[in-house]
């Protein structure tokens, strides 16, 4: 029973102007809450917060003044809109679930990354700790070294001064 008017596109602004009331409060959209003169044909965000109830009443009618085929076909296209709303919901999920479990991934690498360079930086430490042990170390021997040096110089000098007294007597 093809007929001509079952090809007919479904002319959504042929809507009676109706005032927007609430519908119901536990029907919250993206835009707030949910008015009777919304679609969810129209509107993804509509069609995603009556998922439950499917319908509202602005899309009960523009069904209402449809011929059967009319309504039978709005009523299909409104079914494959849903169904292809939920669908794109779960692939958006998906994705966003891989990208969640990419990113715990990623962290599990960097937390060992993390360990290992906190390892190599404690053996870095020791490593500077011990050289710095060894400079001091080093550093108070030269430091001695120096001194007993200096006090070999003064004798040295004083050594010189005195037989330079002596073999030259004063006049």
Do not use: H, W
């Not at 990113?103 to 937390?111: A, D, E, G, N, Y």
């Amino acid at each position: 029973m093809a007929s001509s008017s079952s090809q007919k596109k479904i002319d959504l602004n042929a809507v009676p102007n109706v005032q927007p009331e609430i519908r119901c409060s536990s029907f919250l959209s993206q835009k707030g809450p949910l008015m009777t003169n919304g679609s969810v044909i129209l509107d993804d965000a509509i069609a995603a917060s009556v998922a439950k109830v499917i319908i509202t009443p602005q899309d009960e009618k523009l069904l209402a003044n449809r011929i059967d085929v009319e309504a039978i076909n709005d009523s299909m296209t409104l079914s494959i809109q849903c169904a292809s709303f939920v669908s794109n919901m779960a692939r958006r999920l998906q994705v966003r679930g891989n990208e969640v479990q990419e990113l715990r991934t990623q962290v599990l690498i960097l937390q060992r990354r993390n360990r290992g360079l906190q390892q190599v930086n404690k053996e870095l430490k020791k490593l500077v700790d011990s050289y710095a042990n060894d400079m001091g170390k080093r550093y108070l021997e030269l430091e001695m070294n120096t001194n007993r040096l200096r006090e070999q110089y003064k004798s040295l000098l004083l050594e010189v001064q005195k037989s330079l007294k002596i073999s030259r007597p004063e006049a």
